[in-house]
């Protein structure tokens, strides 16, 4: 940092508090938006905050005026914030900005229109930011981290002031969006229950009426909620809504979307091309998808083996983890095409000892007993049309579509 002189640093100050003043007479939002932004890190910010540490006195600036204190609760903190930013205490900047966020939603409440609506995006994107960042320099202190189930807390306040009637409403789903990033982050997903309720049944939102970067996020984690609850129906409708309507040019949200729509897709007997997985740097699914067309069950466990860490992160390992029932298919259906090559007469009569050998030269070994379970569970869950005869050790399959495509429908629990 550069010398500043006192006088230089006073009119930095005196600067910001016109602009932010301005903006609010004005109801630009935008302007508003861009000086309550702290962690844009933009280059008037950053000198702002190296003035406010050679000026320490911005308190009473800002009382001095007439014009300034008519916001000073709302500006005091946020420059106490912005100078705790600076000089990297975080935890004391998230505690300024959430006491400034306070007060500019008291303000918010007893504005009639909705013209500040971007700034209080910017606000509730902030609060749980600053949140995460502090929760960071609190751990590495030893402290215990709370400063983000704080901020989930302001922003429930916040959806609160969101969720009447009237034109202030449309900024219901953004903030729902960012309490879904918080408590994701916590891992408190429950708790996306009563927020998702509200919006989808109360009469007073239209979700048609949202804007649609607020629509797309909001779908992509109710989805990623269904998948966890393994709906995997309305886990495909709600993420493939997500990605028909992402901006084309947000590759890294297309790819964020595109690892829970797959598993899903796979569940439900899809499987996606190549070229997709290619082109959207998933490789991590590439040995999955092969596994399934080939039927071969050891190099899906060895898929699942090599991204365990990154499939457990995501949340979508026990989801791949069940998709041997539909390897186990394609391995038998596989067996049935061969024998009917061979023998047409005999290809619905599959043995069991054949099977076992398949899963042996895919070095998994298994015994005839646990072959025989593995067949029963396909016939049960409708992956494989047929019967045992016992004594024999053969599996009889229908001869009028044995292996039932899943067609998008959930393999039966």
Known sequence: MSYISMGEAHRRITDYLNRFSDSIFSQDALSLKQLISISSNSSSLLSLADGLNVFQDANRLVKQSDRFSQFGEIAVPLLRCLQNYRINRLAEAYNSFEKSANAFLQEFRNWESAWAMEAL?????????????????????????????????????????????????????????????????????????SVIRSIETAKIFDFEEFPVR???????????????????????????????????????????????????????GIIPKSWLLEKHNLGEYH??????????????????????????????????????????????????????????????????????????????????????????????????????????????????????KLNGKPVNS
């Open 287 to 404: 040995d999955i998808v092969l596994a399934l067309k080939r039927g071969d069950l050891r190099l899906l466990r060895r898929a699942l083996q090599e991204h365990e860490d990154q499939f457990l992160r995501s949340g979508v390992y026990l989801v791949l983890e069940k998709l041997e029932l539909q390897v186990y298919q394609r391995l038998v259906k596989k067996i049935h095409i061969i024998q009917k090559q061979k023998d047409p007469s005999k290809a619905h009569q599959v043995k069991l000892d054949v099977i076992v050998k398949a899963l042996r030269w895919l070095e998994m070994d298994m015994d005839v007993d646990e072959v025989e379970c593995i067949m029963a569970i396909l016939i049960y869950k409708n992956l494989m049309k047929g019967y045992f005869a016992h004594k024999s050790k053969v599996v009889v399959l229908s001869k009028q579509d044995p292996f039932p």
């Open 121 to 193: 995006y910017a606000i509730a994107y902030e609060i749980r930011v600053l949140a995460e960042m502090a929760d960071r320099e609190l751990a590495s202190l030893g402290k215990t981290p709370e400063k983000l189930k704080a901020a989930g807390s302001f922003l429930m306040k916040m959806f609160g002031a969101l969720a009447g009637k009237g034109p202030k409403r449309i900024g219901a789903l953004n903030v729902t969006c960012q309490l879904f990033k918080v408590y994701f982050k916590l891992g408190t997903v429950n708790l996306c229950r």
């Open 214 to 268: 607020d629509k797309v996020t909001y779908m992509y984690y109710t989805g990623r909620l269904e998948v966890y609850n393994e709906n995997f129906l309305a886990a495909d409708q709600k993420l493939e809504y997500a990605l028909v309507y992402c901006n084309p040019r947000s590759e890294g949200n297309i790819r964020m979307i595109l690892k829970y729509l797959i598993p899903v897709k796979l569940s439900l």
